[in-house]
């Protein structure tokens, strides 16, 4: 770890005014930052402590939530309104990390976790586009079991590793932000980025704009969604993918849905694709199926993760059968 | 050359003498266990008592120091750095930096290291154990991706790691062979295992093959696996007028002293190594290049020195258990009978070590036929040397062999419990020895009884919602071990009337309840309360040398003491004079009871210890004796066995694969210690279920480089992995064995990895024969 100095923001402007210098980054519960950091691929000569500003969970005007960036990740998942109203939120935090790991985590720090990528973490050994832009990407022709089918350049196959993220590009939440240009709100589909050739850059945040909120819109079919995610072991393990889905159904006919996939791309990968398949046409697993492959037919594989395809596309018509008969409800 | 010595070779394989040829036709009374230990008869004492091991309270408290928590005046701490390349020359070295940096004392690399002598290779001698037959930072040779190759000391570990982080190395890389077709394309070499060839052939097995009506012919594929002890490998080394110290991590104290001491040119008794609390070992915790380098900066800097290895330090440093290819072939009759066995394959190491991974070991007994090819070869690479990791050879081979009867028995439409015992063995089929003690049948029916084996259906016939689920077995196999060097110290302390007695034996206890078996076979040997037993274990300095490896810590102690008891009964009786009941008796006529001595056949004629110390005017009475040589082990063949039974549920969706349920049924001989038994068991097993669906070592081929050296990325269970064990056992006691017992620490890894695959056969009707079955393998 490279020595650093630790400041505690008592504000949102004091945070954007101590968070502005280059090489300063926020922190929140420390539960990514602090790892990477130990391990010198993150070498911040500042923390601004961002723990201290708004952790609560209000309700909106408009019928959703508001959550404040600095509140825990166990506090947004224990949430009443969360598990009555938006259940998947609920259990894909509750699919992620350890107890301990989540009673610390922030949900804006949850946002802005990097890649798990054991090339990226590799600073001695491994070349990485994504810690030093331009030496080149190990993980292409290396082990890549977790990384992208999805969305990927030639410069960088890396997967985002949040559960909690799935769940919000499924819900299309957005993101409330303050910087040194002042406040704004950015779509949460807007703030991850697509590698492309600059894979160093996980979002479109400019420098030194900290989030400070995320706000879940009402959306009625929400309490008729699932999590799920599937993994190499039973617990305490990154998502090989996941699926975050909300599902509302007209008569026989799939009114409307939402479907997100984790573990497949450099983002939350919200399903687009599949959801216009899916929309107004028959709940059967024949059409789940074919949503899903729609949205993988641009799957580029890679050595070791030529079956996430086929598997997102089984959980996901899982899923959805079991939404469209109540099952998960 | 003395008996002691030939034994010593025999028995570590260095030399094919008269012993091995002869020892097998000596009449069973020559031979130790020939006469059966007095306590297997002993039906109401501690002995099969399930008692808590004594260092849980300490370590609960945190009051148990581990090698790490050692602390000396003027302390400083280390970090290394290592190579990136896999093979060739360090060209530059930039540590301006590292040596400017704040709380700094010392960046010491190849150029500034102290001269040392290279470590002796395990196996090279007697006493050697170094890991690799490789000089320490005394050049600029780099031999794998990973090599520490600079140490860094600073006051505190913080400043010590960004030290090291600032170090910079530039490199001339050499051809280096870091891929298994490369290693293959090099040449194959027969494996040689503790000096002796890892070949046998008896008949024609091939010939037996392509004439046998039912035949298997598979091949089977395990990953390479690292280790994951709790404990990170640590050392608190400090210089005393020229003699080393060395708080150690260690499974093998005596003869990692003997080891270090000849690298800085010492004699025996100027190392001082303790090591009296192992936070796991399963093989690793011995001699690697931390130790040494942490001794060199220590000399250099003149300061005693902290050396803990980060997570990924250990995979960077200490080897773990290499990779195998597996070819089995049995050929049999319609009835299931087995008219041949193949099994052979690859494994790999590297140029500077010699450890195949022995993964016939377990077949040699295992089944009776008249047809049998046992081989493993090996290709070297250029990575970090490998070694033992719990059950090396059995883990891995019981997978292969175990499958393999699973696929005959749906081949020949038999039970594979009943095919098994179909082709139970009357004697050792490889080298025609009797079984000392092998009850495997009555652990299948016992086990297959309380598993509700009976209730198995076809592959692919049972399910529950989205669940597949089936049932699966398999036979797990480890030998009875002796290791030769054993000795015990018995320290008899009056004290009034009564006596305790202070047991020492240069044994290591990393958790498994040595400390507190060792005090209940002190305490029954010598007819004393538990309370009034102390345990000394886990230092140099004590006579002779017990290695926590083989699974025979636990016999080889057993063997001491009663070599040590039965020279105490003697200094004993020389000691009580003619005023004594016991006068005129001889050691054979007189055994200990109740807190003293007593004739064997007229308990009445009796003194207690207290009482012969009393009128000798002694305070304390000692004596040192060493184990007889274990030539049991050339006289009968000696195993352990256990019947796995598992269920798993495999996901139809997702491949996903939970065992449900798992039950494992063992013939250990005697089981010392119920409570601390069940735990080794359990632990072996849960070992068993990583080994079985998850872990692997990403060794890149590309550049030699492990990818995962972290418990993030490199996948053990975790406690939603692991089902309810059952736990049962035979409680034979095997008639030529001290107590009875054999050592269980490794076998109930063995079986595991095979029991879940034919399980997951069970399940979905699909066979997986490479580890580990992931779910990818099963959509």
Same mark, same amino acid.
């Given at each position: 770890m490279t020595p650093f100095r630790y400041l505690r923001a008592a504000d949102v402007a004091d945070a954007v005014k101590l968070g502005t210098d280059d090489g300063a980054a926020f922190l929140g519960g420390g539960t990514n930052i602090v790892d990477l950091m130990r391990e010198t691929v993150a070498r911040p000569d500042r923390l601004v402590d961002v723990t201290g500003l708004s952790d609560t969970i209000t309700e909106t005007a408009d019928g959703g939530l508001l959550i404040g960036a600095a509140a825990r990740n166990t506090a947004v998942a224990e949430h009443r309104a969360v598990r009555t109203r938006y259940p998947l939120l609920s259990r894909a935090i509750l699919a992620g990390a350890s107890a301990q790991i989540r009673n610390m985590a922030t949900v804006g720090g949850n946002l802005l976790q990097r890649t798990r990528c054991t090339y990226f973490y590799d600073t001695d050994g491994s070349r990485c586009n994504k810690r030093a832009p331009g030496t080149g990407c190990d993980a292409r022709d290396g082990f890549n079991r977790i990384h992208a089918v999805l969305g990927a350049s030639d410069a960088c196959v890396a997967t985002h590793p949040s559960d909690m993220c799935v769940a919000l590009a499924a819900l299309d939440a957005v993101v409330h932000v303050n910087g040194p240009d002042g406040a704004r709100t950015i779509a949460f589909d807007a703030l991850h980025r697509l590698p492309g050739d600059r894979p160093d850059r996980d979002t479109m945040l400019a420098p030194g704009e900290l989030i400070t909120a995320i706000a879940l819109p009402p959306l009625r079919f929400a309490a008729n969604s699932a999590y799920r995610k599937v993994r190499d072991r039973a617990s305490y393990a990154f998502a090989l993918i996941s699926v975050a889905a909300a599902l509302e159904m007209d008569g026989d006919r799939i009114g409307d849905v939402r479907i997100a996939f984790g573990g497949v791309a450099h983002k939350p990968w919200r399903a687009t694709r599949a959801e216009a398949v899916l929309r107004g046409g028959p709940a059967t697993h024949a059409a789940y199926r074919a949503a899903a492959e729609a949205e993988f037919e641009t799957a580029r594989p890679l050595r070791d993760n030529a079956f996430k395809p086929e598997l997102a596309t089984r959980v996901l018509a899982a899923m959805l059968g079991d939404l469209a008969m109540g099952k998960l409800a | 050359m003395s008996i002691v010595d030939t034994a010593k070779q025999a028995a570590q394989g260095l030399v094919q003498g008269a012993m091995t040829k002869l020892v097998p036709l000596a009449p069973d009374s020559w031979i130790p266990g020939g006469r059966p230990d007095p306590l297997i008869d002993r039906k109401h004492g501690l002995i099969g008592t399930p008692l808590s091991r004594r260092d849980g309270a300490v370590k609960v408290k945190g009051e148990a120091r581990f090698a790490a928590e050692f602390r000396h005046e003027g302390m400083v701490y280390a970090a290394l750095a290592h190579a990136a390349i896999p093979r060739g020359r360090i060209t530059e070295i930039d540590s301006a930096a590292a040596e400017a940096a704040p709380g700094v004392v010392l960046v010491m690399t190849h150029r500034n290291a102290p001269r040392m002598n290279k470590p002796g290779v395990f196996g090279s001698s007697p006493t050697a154990v170094g890991s690799a037959d490789l000089s320490i930072l005394q050049d600029d040779r780099v031999h794998w991706n990973g090599q520490p190759i600079a140490c860094v000391l600073a006051e505190t570990q913080e400043q010590a790691d960004h030290a090291a982080s600032l170090l910079?190395?530039?490199?001339?890389?050499?051809?280096?062979?870091?891929?298994?077709?490369? @290693?293959?394309?090099?040449?194959?070499?027969?494996?040689?295992?503790?000096?002796?060839?890892?070949?046998?052939?008896?008949?024609?097995?091939?010939?037996?093959?392509?004439?046998?009506?039912?035949?298997?012919?598979?091949?089977?594929?395990? *990953?390479?696996?690292?280790?994951? @002890?709790?404990?990170?490998?640590?050392?608190?080394?400090?210089?005393?007028?020229?003699?080393? $110290?060395?708080?150690?991590?260690?499974?093998?104290?005596?003869?990692?002293?003997?080891?270090?001491?000849? &690298?800085?040119?010492?004699?025996?008794?100027?190392?001082?190594?303790?090591?009296?609390?192992?936070?796991?070992?399963?093989?690793?915790?011995?001699?690697?290049?931390?130790?040494?380098?942490?001794?060199? @900066?220590?000399?250099?800097?003149?300061? *005693?020195?902290?050396?803990?290895?980060?997570?990924?330090? $250990?995979?960077?440093? &200490?080897?773990?258990?290499?990779?195998?290819?597996?070819?089995?072939?049995?050929?049999?009759?319609?009835?299931?009978?087995?008219?041949?066995? /193949?099994?052979?394959?690859?494994?790999?190491?590297?140029?500077?070590?010699?450890?195949?991974?022995?993964?016939?070991?377990?077949?040699?007994?295992?089944?009776?036929?008249?047809? /049998?090819?046992?081989? $493993?070869? $090996?290709?070297?690479?250029?990575?970090?040397?490998?070694?033992?990791?719990?059950?090396?050879?059995?883990? &891995?081979?019981?997978?292969?062999?175990?499958?393999?009867? %699973?696929?005959?028995?749906?081949?020949?439409?038999?039970?594979?419990?009943?095919?098994? /015992?179909?082709?139970?063995? %009357?004697?050792? *089929?490889?080298?025609?020895?009797?079984?000392?003690?092998?009850?495997?049948?009555?652990?299948?029916?016992?086990?297959?009884?309380?598993?509700?084996? @009976?209730?198995?259906?076809?592959?692919?016939?049972?399910?529950?919602?989205?669940?597949?689920?089936?049932?699966?077995? =398999?036979?797990?196999?480890? *030998?009875?071990?002796?290791?030769?060097?054993?000795?015990?110290?018995?320290?008899?302390?009056?004290?009034?009337?009564?006596?305790?007695?202070?047991?020492?034996?240069?044994?290591?206890?990393?958790?498994?309840?040595?400390?507190?078996?060792?005090?209940?076979?002190?305490?029954?040997?010598?007819?004393?309360?538990?309370?009034?037993?102390?345990?000394?274990?886990?230092?140099?300095?004590?006579?002779?040398?017990?290695?926590?490896?083989?699974?025979?810590?636990?016999?080889?102690?057993?063997?001491?003491?009663?070599?040590?008891?039965? =020279?105490?009964?003697?200094?004993?009786?020389?000691?009580?004079?003619?005023?004594?009941?016991?006068?005129?008796?001889?050691?054979?006529?007189?055994?200990?009871?109740d807190g003293g001595l007593a004739k064997l056949d007229d308990p009445d004629r009796r003194e207690s210890y207290a009482s012969i110390l009393a009128r000798a005017q002694r305070d304390s009475i000692t004596v040192t004796e060493a184990a007889s040589p274990p030539l049991e082990q050339l006289h009968w063949s000696m195993h352990s066995h256990s019947a796995i039974f598992c269920e798993v549920r495999v996901n139809a969706v997702t491949g996903e694969t939970r065992v449900s349920r798992i039950l494992g049924s063992f013939d250990c001989g005697r089981i010392l210690n119920p409570k601390t038994a069940r735990s080794q068991f359990r632990g072996g097993i849960i070992m068993g279920l990583g080994l079985a669906l998850m872990e692997e070592t990403q060794f890149d081929e590309r550049n030699g480089r492990v990818m995962n050296p972290s418990l993030a990325e490199y996948h053990i269970p975790v406690h939603l992995d692991v089902p309810e064990i059952d736990v049962i056992w035979t409680d034979n006691p095997d008639p030529h064995t001290p107590m009875g017992a054999h050592g269980i620490g490794e076998i109930g890894i063995t079986g595991v990895a095979a029991a879940v695959a034919n399980a997951i056969y069970n399940a979905t009707g699909k066979r997986i024969r490479d580890l580990p079955i992931t779910l990818d393998k099963l959509l």
């Open positions: - | 910079h190395f530039s490199y001339a890389a050499e051809p280096s062979t870091t891929s298994l077709d490369e @290693a293959k394309a090099n040449g194959i070499e027969q494996g040689v295992f503790m000096g002796q060839p890892l070949l046998n052939r008896i008949g024609d097995a091939e010939a037996a093959l392509a004439a046998a009506p039912h035949v298997v012919d598979r091949r089977y594929r395990t *990953p390479r696996h690292n280790h994951n @002890a709790i404990e990170p490998h640590a050392a608190t080394i400090l210089w005393v007028d020229g003699e080393l $110290v060395i708080h150690d991590a260690s499974q093998m104290v005596t003869a990692q002293a003997q080891t270090i001491g000849a &690298v800085f040119d010492l004699e025996p008794g100027q190392v001082t190594l303790t090591s009296p609390y192992v936070g796991g070992g399963f093989g690793c915790k011995g001699l690697w290049d931390h130790q040494i380098i942490g001794a060199a @900066a220590a000399k250099l800097a003149g300061r *005693p020195v902290r050396m803990t290895l980060s997570r990924e330090g $250990v995979y960077r440093v &200490v080897g773990g258990r290499t990779l195998t290819e597996q070819r089995v072939a049995i050929g049999a009759s319609a009835d299931g009978a087995f008219d041949t066995i /193949i099994h052979s394959g690859l494994s790999i190491m590297t140029p500077h070590n010699n450890m195949p991974e022995p993964f016939i070991l377990g077949t040699r007994p295992a089944y009776a036929c008249p047809n /049998i090819t046992l081989q $493993v070869e $090996v290709a070297r690479m250029n990575m970090l040397a490998n070694t033992f990791m719990r059950a090396p050879g059995e883990a &891995v081979g019981t997978f292969a062999l175990e499958s393999a009867i %699973d696929e005959l028995a749906v081949d020949l439409g038999l039970d594979p419990v009943a095919l098994r /015992i179909r082709n139970e063995p %009357d004697k050792d *089929p490889t080298s025609g020895l009797p079984f000392s003690s092998r009850h495997i049948v009555d652990a299948w029916r016992s086990g297959a009884e309380r598993f509700g084996w @009976a209730a198995r259906g076809a592959p692919g016939e049972r399910r529950d919602g989205e669940w597949q689920v089936g049932m699966g077995c =398999a036979t797990g196999t480890y *030998p009875y071990y002796r290791m030769p060097g054993a000795q015990a110290r018995i320290t008899l302390i009056r004290e009034g009337k009564a006596v305790r007695a202070k047991i020492e034996v240069a044994a290591a206890e990393m958790g498994m309840g040595t400390a507190t078996t060792t005090a209940i076979v002190g305490a029954e040997r010598l007819a004393l309360s538990m309370d009034r037993i102390e345990v000394g274990y886990g230092d140099a300095s004590i006579p002779g040398a017990i290695m926590a490896g083989g699974s025979q810590q636990t016999a080889a102690i057993g063997a001491a003491i009663i070599a040590a008891h039965n =020279a105490l009964v003697a200094e004993l009786l020389k000691l009580a004079g003619n005023d004594s009941p016991l006068a005129g008796l001889s050691a054979d006529d007189v055994g200990s009871e």
